[in-house]
């Protein structure tokens, strides 16, 4: 399968601790994005990439998230000290630049913060 | 602001046809997206309009005019697998801006 894929599936974790996940793209892909969906909402913009290089942000995300994509190829997105606010699906897309942009997403991790 | 707005469920039956609205309102627009999701799964391409008028793929359409800031998404010959969640987007410089969902459900 060359779609995009996250890791883990399913996290729980204790409200205090640090959370990592990561994403692997489509491999031609150039922009990774990072999206959280909680029940009964629409996907909500995190961040993205181009390449290696972080081009927004959103304001929501709050100090305790960071991202990275240090080569270009697989993406993680870490949350630090986390809240039970935090639990949430986190969603990664990848797309190519230019043309429709269409945005194609990985199967999501879900993240419990009891 | 920006924002999306579509109905928040739909009730339809197998075989019919149902068109999903979207109304939109955001100051950078490049093209209006649906996408598919089933409970528990991933959110899943369908259609995407960047210029007014239809898209036809298979069973789905969709439909934009951005003069009126309105598209929609319509499925024909329902089955009983369309019953899921479906999202309009819109394209702003790269991210996407998802409306809070319509939930359609396919009866028998």
């Known amino acids: 399968d060359t779609g995009v894929s996250q890791d883990p599936r399913h996290k729980i974790t204790k409200r205090g601790q640090n959370v990592t996940f990561r994403c692997d793209p489509i491999s031609e892909h150039n922009r990774l994005y990072w999206y959280r969906q909680t029940l009964g909402q629409g996907p909500e913009f995190l961040t993205y990439?181009?390449?290696?290089?972080?081009?927004?942000k959103s304001r929501l995300l709050s100090d305790r998230f960071s991202a990275e994509r240090p080569k270009g190829s697989f993406s993680t997105l870490e949350i630090q000290r986390t809240e039970q606010g935090d639990s949430a699906m986190y969603l990664c897309?990848?797309?190519?630049?230019?043309?429709?942009?269409?945005?194609?997403f990985g199967p999501g991790t879900r993240l419990t913060v009891l | 602001g920006q924002s999306l707005e579509q109905p928040s469920e739909v009730t339809a039956v197998e075989g019919a046809i149902v068109q999903i609205n979207c109304t939109y309102q955001t100051s950078g627009f490049y093209g209006l997206s649906w996408y598919q999701q089933h409970d528990g799964g991933a959110p899943t391409f369908l259609s995407y309009n960047a210029l007014d008028g239809l898209e036809e793929t298979g069973r789905f359409s969709s439909f934009l005019s951005r003069s009126d800031s309105y598209g929609y998404l319509l499925l024909q010959e329902l089955q009983m697998k369309d019953s899921a969640s479906y999202f309009c987007a819109y394209n702003q410089g790269g991210k996407l801006i998802f409306g809070q969902g319509t939930e359609l459900s396919v009866k028998p």
């Open positions: 897309a990848s797309s190519l630049a230019g043309g429709p942009d269409t945005q194609y």
């Open positions: 990439f181009q390449n290696e290089a972080q081009l927004e």
